[in-house]
């Protein structure tokens, strides 16, 4: 069973940047799409972005189209999310997700994925 750790939210100024981590256990990132979601309280789960168990295509969405960025690391079984220019319509809980990488698709629909970690708060002050 894939379990998925997020790490490195929390309060930033309008501006600066941010890197998260998402720490994946019980497979490796070779078997799993990962994406990235974020939630802003009353509102549902946006897509930010995915990147493919092969590491080859990744995929972003329009909520931080230019501003953001999807890498890992498959030593460390960690896929990354870089944020930059920051702003307090960023603040959201931030999740990340797997499905299996034996799906064609490249998931952007919370639907798509069957795992989530448990979410990093990121709060931008202005």
């Known amino acids: 069973q894939v379990q998925l750790v997020e790490s490195g939210g929390g309060l930033v100024q309008t501006g600066e940047s941010l890197r998260l981590s998402c720490a994946a256990s019980?497979?490796?990132?070779?078997?799993?799409?990962v994406g990235w979601f974020r939630q802003a309280p009353g509102a549902g789960r946006k897509f930010i972005s995915a990147?493919?168990?092969?590491?080859?295509?990744?995929h972003y969405g329009d909520s931080m189209k230019g501003r953001s960025t999807i890498s890992r690391d498959t030593q460390k079984n960690e896929v990354y999310l870089h944020m930059t220019q920051l702003n307090p319509s960023d603040t959201a809980v931030y999740y990340c997700?797997?499905?299996?990488?034996?799906?064609?698709?490249?998931?952007?629909?919370?639907?798509?994925?069957?795992?989530w970690g448990q979410g990093t708060q990121v709060t931008v002050s202005s």
């Open positions: 997700a797997a499905h299996s990488a034996s799906d064609y698709y490249l998931g952007s629909l919370p639907s798509n994925y069957d795992s």
């Open positions: 019980g497979t490796a990132l070779s078997n799993i799409h």
């Open positions: 990147i493919s168990g092969s590491g080859i295509s990744t």
